[in-house]
């Protein structure tokens, strides 16, 4: 991964409340990055960061493809001078690669209602976009089966509602 231009960490390496599952400092970094030319400010990258990392009203489906369009597709920000126009934020840069944050974070430890540590996340600018369930070759009950599951059962219902931790929210250094 690293030949790939990923970062890799330990989950036990990064400093952060067990409830977070954003890496929130990463998500403003590259927020404040991105949008440094527009003289984005620290309370409109505090809006733009909480309007990511909310979870959207509905069913799971529904949450997943709001979130999803965020995403993918970006989404406006109002200003706080209005003599400025708005900022269309995408928190991922689609054309230029090398100007997004890669990290794969494995035994990234997630505390909600129950405990849980997940093999591997890999984020992009500080968001979780895939989750990796790693199995033993060795073991002839470790199917493609038993890998699936914890991803789609466990992770697919109870990721979606972990809470933001307050850290996130502070004033980032600029």
Same mark, same amino acid.
């Given at each position: 991964?690293?030949?790939?231009?990923?970062?890799?960490?330990?989950? %036990? /390496?990064?400093?952060?409340?067990?409830? /977070?599952?954003?890496?929130?400092?990463?998500?403003?970094?590259?927020? #404040?990055?991105?949008? #440094?030319?527009?003289?984005?400010?620290?309370?409109?990258?505090?809006?733009?960061?909480?309007?990511?990392?909310?979870?959207?009203? &509905?069913?799971?489906?529904?949450?997943?493809? +709001?979130?999803?369009?965020?995403?993918?597709? &970006?989404?406006?920000?109002?200003?706080?001078?209005?003599?400025?126009?708005?900022?269309?934020?995408?928190?991922?840069?689609?054309?230029?690669?090398?100007?997004?944050?890669?990290?794969?974070?494995?035994?990234?430890?997630? #505390? &909600?209602?129950?405990?849980?540590?997940?093999?591997?996340?890999?984020?992009?600018?500080?968001?979780?976009?895939?989750?990796? /369930?790693?199995? %033993?070759? +060795?073991? /002839?009950?470790?199917?493609?089966?038993?890998?699936?599951?914890?991803?789609? +059962?466990?992770?697919?219902?109870?990721?979606?509602?972990?809470?933001?931790?307050?850290?996130?929210?502070?004033?980032?250094?600029?």
């Amino acid at each position: 991964m690293v030949q790939q231009g990923y970062r890799h960490c330990l989950g %036990s /390496e990064l400093k952060r409340c067990k409830r /977070e599952v954003v890496l929130c400092d990463v998500l403003i970094a590259s927020l #404040q990055a991105r949008y #440094q030319k527009q003289s984005i400010t620290s309370s409109e990258v505090m809006r733009a960061t909480t309007r990511l990392c909310a979870t959207p009203k &509905g069913n799971l489906y529904e949450a997943n493809r +709001v979130t999803h369009r965020l995403i993918t597709e &970006g989404f406006f920000l109002t200003r706080e001078d209005s003599s400025l126009p708005d900022l269309y934020i995408r928190p991922i840069d689609w054309k230029d690669e090398e100007a997004n944050a890669f990290c794969l974070v494995t035994q990234l430890e997630v #505390q &909600g209602m129950e405990f849980h540590r997940t093999d591997g996340v890999l984020y992009v600018n500080g968001l979780p976009l895939v989750v990796l /369930e790693f199995k %033993s070759t +060795v073991r /002839e009950e470790a199917t493609l089966a038993e890998a699936h599951r914890p991803v789609t +059962v466990r992770y697919g219902h109870i990721l979606p509602y972990y809470k933001l931790h307050s850290s996130c929210f502070s004033a980032p250094d600029t």
